[in-house]
């Protein structure tokens, strides 16, 4: 058995925690913000590759973590539940880039005014804050350990460590590749809504959850900026009625902006002692078992 430092605990670095748990390592994870507070808290979230490059390797990480939500549906608890919804297009398209990674995917024939073309899929929708309480006890549940930590550095020295600090590699990792990609939601009440929408060049997206629905949104790069914006948020209540017409005067809740850590490609990498695994852009719930296992490959290599 190993000891394992994972440096973040947003999904990506409690995914790497459980599978390096599961593996049989002791994992102490150390973070600034503890997973409620973190961008992944913010996420609408349903599987999506959105905002993370380069596609071979994301089509691959997404496919992994579809097949592992699949298998959380099931869970009670975990905060996961295959939905069925519809990607609105301007123009047709050919078949996504990702098709591969998702067990079917039908074209749309009934579109809104102004869609040329669509497809349907079910896809799992995460409620992030069950979900990241689900992966909070699981840690736990495997003799894993979460602490708040505001690090300066990576630690060095006696043991393995696992770098997922998201946008915080630009300081820890001093790599400035890595960018905020802002992104502002409205959390409005359910008002019956079964299925999501989205609509990606806004981007505008709907997602209903169990108590709520997540709409979006915005994608504004190298803006660091959380404090939401209230002309923002009625830009996208407007974009998102007219996707949702059933939207129409639903209460608004909340309002919440986050930092995705887009990168010019995700990294997944051993360097040393250290493997990284952080950039995941606007898709880190979507890719993150994939990179873990992929994670714990790396660590165990040699
Ligand atoms: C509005 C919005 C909607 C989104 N919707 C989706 C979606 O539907 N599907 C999807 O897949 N993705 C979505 N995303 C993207 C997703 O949220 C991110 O890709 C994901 O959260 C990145 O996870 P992470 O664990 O790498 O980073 P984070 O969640 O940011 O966690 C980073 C961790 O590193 C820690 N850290 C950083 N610096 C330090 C330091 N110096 N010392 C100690 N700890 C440190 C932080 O405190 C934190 O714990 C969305 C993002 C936004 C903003």
Request: net charge negative.
């Amino acid at each position: 058995m190993t000891r394992v430092i994972v440096v973040g605990a947003g999904v990506v670095g409690l995914a790497c925690a459980v599978r390096l748990l599961e593996s049989g390592h002791r994992v102490d994870v150390l973070a600034r913000d503890l997973p409620l507070e973190t961008t992944s808290s913010v996420a609408a979230a349903f599987w999506y590759p959105y905002r993370a490059f380069p596609q071979e390797r994301v089509t691959a990480w997404a496919a992994t973590a579809y097949a592992e939500f699949v298998g959380l549906a099931g869970e009670e608890h975990s905060g996961v539940r295959m939905v069925t919804g519809t990607e609105y297009l301007h123009r047709r398209q050919p078949d996504p880039w990702w098709i591969s990674a998702v067990p079917s995917l039908a074209r749309e024939s009934a579109l809104p005014d102004g869609y040329a073309d669509g497809w349907s899929f079910t896809t799992p929708i995460i409620e992030m804050p069950i979900y990241l309480g689900w992966l909070i006890e699981r840690i736990e549940a495997l003799g894993g350990t979460i602490t708040r930590l505001n690090l300066s550095a990576l630690p060095t020295g006696s043991c393995p460590v696992v770098n997922c600090a998201g946008l915080g590699a630009r300081f820890l990792g001093s790599d400035k590749s890595v960018v905020p990609v802002s992104g502002q939601t409205v959390l409005v009440e359910q008002v019956g809504l079964a299925r999501w929408s989205l609509d990606e060049s806004g981007p505008t997206y709907v997602v209903p959850r169990s108590c709520d629905i997540v709409i979006g949104g915005t994608a504004d790069e190298g803006e660091w900026n959380r404090t939401p914006s209230p002309e923002a948020a009625r830009a996208i209540l407007d974009r998102a009625t007219r996707l949702v017409p059933a939207l129409e005067g639903a209460k608004v809740l909340r309002h919440k902006v986050g930092l995705r850590p887009v990168r010019p490609a995700v990294r997944v990498e051993r360097v040393g002692d250290v493997v990284h695994c952080y950039g995941h852009g606007g898709a880190g719930v979507t890719l993150s078992w994939g990179a873990a296992d992929e994670v714990v490959r790396l660590l165990e290599r040699d």
